[in-house]
């Protein structure tokens, strides 16, 4: 999966998705990626696999299993993740879930 990927089939499945901030006027619930780090595989100093550490923020107000499911089972179903445990932001009213996981690409 890459990031064009993970964008797709969050609008597949009628998430918001912005890569890196979400504009101000984004209601929850929506999605955030970030790029956090790389571990590429290289040899021969060359990079034979891409290999980005992603994270996925889950922003939102009210908690539904139903979209947790959805990231977990759709939008997240062929790679291994990780779930931080849930986060709650006064300031903004808002919840906040974090998965991790690495996008590979292969050149």
Not at 57 to 80: N, P, Q, R
């Amino acid at each position: 999966m890459t990031l064009e990927d993970l964008k797709t089939r969050c609008d597949e499945a009628k998430i918001t998705y912005r890569y890196g901030i979400a504009e101000d006027g984004v209601e929850p619930p929506f999605l955030i990626g970030i790029l956090q780090d790389s571990n590429n595989f290289i040899a021969d100093n060359k990079i034979y696999k891409k290999i980005d550490k992603i994270e996925l923020h889950y922003i939102f107000k009210t908690k539904s299993l139903d979209m947790e499911k959805t990231i977990e089972d759709t939008i997240l179903a062929d790679v291994v993740w990780t779930k931080n445990g849930e986060g709650y932001y006064l300031d903004n009213e808002v919840w906040e879930i974090v998965y991790n996981f690495e996008l590979i690409d292969n050149y």
